[in-house]
């Protein structure tokens, strides 16, 4: 579920931290995951989109997939914000549960599709979380081109519709419905296809155009495999439990498997 309540919605980079003083960049280690899943946790507890878990992170089968990207903002040693990427695969996406006739038409056409989920901020900031968010979206963006994918396909809170529809040009995907994922709070489903984006921002808004397209690129890294955590996922592995089996117990949603 992506929210946009923690976030100011200036875009503007005057008097906000510099790129420089934050470094944008792909998870690669278990403290940095750590950090994100709690904080990913500690945001969707305050909205009642989920129960509290001894736990203390939002963390799934979606997170343990080879594919899945986390991204975060990070200075020093602190995550500071966090959004995560998750490409499809015989698991299907999180958002499934709900819109699956609309991804599988996607799926039809021979789209490449993915879902942008997990989106959180540290308590700390004040002011600066639009500019963090527009520069992770950058590095998002690009990390996507490189693989390939075709539409970034969403599950947002219907108060934040206007925001991605017109400033970040994302198009309908389906209708609000409740969303068992997050307590039945209601969803709308958006997609944002990434073939000629650049152009589309540069026609619409030439301010944020120039803030994603024209600054510098996110420098290039090497994006390694992802890390698991889940100590249930690993011994259903080693086990070589059913996946129909894996999948119930993650409450995952069903006929999304073909092998």
Do not use: W
């Not at 940095?32 to 989109?49: D, H, I, N, P, T």
Request: glycine share 4%.
């Amino acid at each position: 579920m992506m929210s946009l309540e923690i976030l100011n919605q200036n875009v503007s980079t005057e008097s906000q931290v510099s790129a420089d003083a934050i470094e944008f960049k792909v998870a690669d280690s278990q403290d940095e995951l750590e950090q994100s899943y709690r904080m990913v946790y500690k945001a969707y507890v305050a909205k009642g989109f989920f129960a509290p878990h001894p736990s203390e992170m939002r963390v799934g089968i979606y997170n343990m997939l080879p594919e899945t990207r986390t991204f975060v903002a990070k200075k020093d040693n602190a995550v500071l914000m966090t959004l995560t990427l998750i490409p499809d695969s015989v698991f299907g996406l999180p958002m499934d549960a709900i819109y699956n006739i609309e991804l599988d038409f996607l799926r039809y056409y021979g789209r490449k599709i993915a879902e942008l989920s997990g989106l959180a901020v540290h308590n700390i900031l004040k002011g600066k979380g639009m500019f963090m968010f527009l520069n992770l979206v950058k590095l998002v963006y690009f990390y996507a081109k490189n693989k390939d994918i075709d539409d970034f396909c969403i599950a947002i809170n219907p108060k934040h519709q206007s925001f991605y529809d017109n400033i970040l040009l994302f198009e309908y995907l389906g209708d609000e419905k409740p969303y068992p994922r997050v307590q039945n709070f209601p969803a709308c489903g958006r997609r944002l296809n990434l073939h000629g984006l650049e152009e589309r921002y540069r026609a619409r808004n030439k301010h944020l155009y120039s803030f994603l397209f024209r600054q510098k690129r996110p420098f290039p890294q090497v994006m390694s495999e992802n890390i698991v955590l889940d100590d249930a996922l690993c011994s259903f592995l080693d086990r070589r439990v059913p996946i129909e089996q894996i999948r119930e117990f993650y409450h995952l949603p069903c006929e999304r498997l073909c092998c």
